[in-house]
């Protein structure tokens, strides 16, 4: 078995996706490839097996999207001197993140965070991003994304410096 990561298209059966939160996987069936493909509002990855029978069927995906933050909610991040920092601060969004439940606990949804640091690292060589913000939808995402040198922002918001992240992330 050899997973990989691709963007999501309509040959992948989304309809068979289980994270244990209804609401991820209704996203991913109803509203993932509107929101990637017309609307572009998301860019939706998913993590498959190259095994032909399984390879339709995602085991895990996310969301990536261009973001900012005002000063108001850069809190603990650390940005020194926030007065000479753009208001609001460039950033991209990983809205969402979810392993199918038959995979979680085996470093997957860490690789997948690793794999979406990796995508905006490339981005940045066109536009500039200063902060990654993810979107916690409970405490248990959010003590994940703690877990791996995000810091909160708001009630469901949690955040780190780009040029942090690659080496704490390394780490797991
Ligand atoms: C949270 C989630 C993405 C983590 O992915 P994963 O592949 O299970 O995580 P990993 O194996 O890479 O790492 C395990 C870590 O996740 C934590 N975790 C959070 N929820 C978990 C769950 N339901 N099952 C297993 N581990 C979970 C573990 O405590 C562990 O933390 P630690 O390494 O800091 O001690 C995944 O469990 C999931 O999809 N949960 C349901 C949806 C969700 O909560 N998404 C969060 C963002 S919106």
């Known amino acids: 078995m050899s997973l990989f990561v691709t963007r999501l298209d309509a040959d992948h059966e989304r309809d068979r996706f289980d994270s244990g939160r209804p609401e991820l996987d209704e ?17 939706v990855w998913v993590l498959c097996d190259d095994d032909i029978a399984a390879g339709a069927v995602p085991i895990a995906y996310y969301t990536l999207s261009t973001h900012a933050v005002v000063h108001a909610d850069v809190g603990q ?21 979810a392993v199918a ?11 997948l965070l690793r794999d979406a640091v990796e995508k905006v690292l490339a981005m940045q060589r066109h536009g500039a991003v200063v902060l990654f913000v993810v979107h916690a939808i409970d405490e248990q995402a ?13 009630d469901v918001r949690l ?6 992240l690659a080496a704490n992330l390394s780490g797991h």
Do not use: E, I
Request: aromatic letters at 8%; charged letters at 30%; hydrophobic letters at 35%.
């Open 159 to 164: 955040a780190a410096r780009m040029k942090d």
């Open 27 to 43: 996203w991913l069936r109803r509203h993932a490839r509107t929101n990637d493909r017309r609307y572009s509002t998301a860019r």
């Open 101 to 111: 439940k038959s995979h979680q606990g085996r470093g997957l949804g860490t690789r």
């Open 142 to 154: 959010a003590d994940f994304y703690s877990a791996r040198g995000f810091t909160r922002l708001t």
């Open 77 to 97: 991040v650390g940005l020194p001197q926030l007065r000479q920092w753009p208001d609001p601060v460039p950033a991209v969004l990983l809205g969402r993140l």
